[in-house]
């Protein structure tokens, strides 16, 4: 199982982005997806995680009402769009996967992104 992270940039204080993490050469179909963040100096954090069929999400406090995850399984891809962001959402973000949604969103899965860097600053 192998994770690829997209989509990370600088943006100002207030703008948007769209994190995505693909499958690559399998499907993400039966995989609890979730999303944490690491910031220098700090423990990995977790941001949001969804169910395998979409139908149970996660939000850390941190990120309710500005972040939306979502999963496209047509096209192997779960996403996370970031809204109204702030100089303390900067860190590098990782997408992980388990069958487990439990599982995932504590962080445990077995399968973890590379990894992609977030930056907000004016």
């Known amino acids: 199982l192998q994770l690829v992270e997209s989509g990370g940039g600088s943006v100002q204080p207030g703008g948007s982005l769209r994190l995505s993490c693909a499958g690559s050469?399998?499907?993400?179909?039966?995989?609890?997806i979730g999303w944490f963040r690491q910031a220098p100096g700090k423990e990995r954090e977790g941001v949001s995680c969804?169910?395998?069929?979409?139908?149970?999400?996660y939000y850390a406090d941190s990120v309710k009402g500005r972040f939306t995850i979502s999963r496209d399984n047509r096209k192997n891809t779960i996403y996370l769009q970031m809204n109204s962001l702030k100089p303390e959402d900067t860190a590098v973000y990782y997408c992980?996967?388990?069958?487990?949604?439990?599982?995932?969103?504590?962080?445990?899965?077995?399968?973890w992104g590379q990894g992609t860097q977030v930056t907000v600053s004016s």
């Open positions: 992980t996967g388990h069958r487990s949604y439990v599982t995932t969103r504590r962080g445990l899965g077995d399968y």
């Open positions: 050469a399998f499907s993400l179909d039966d995989y609890a």
């Open positions: 969804i169910s395998s069929n979409g139908g149970l999400t």
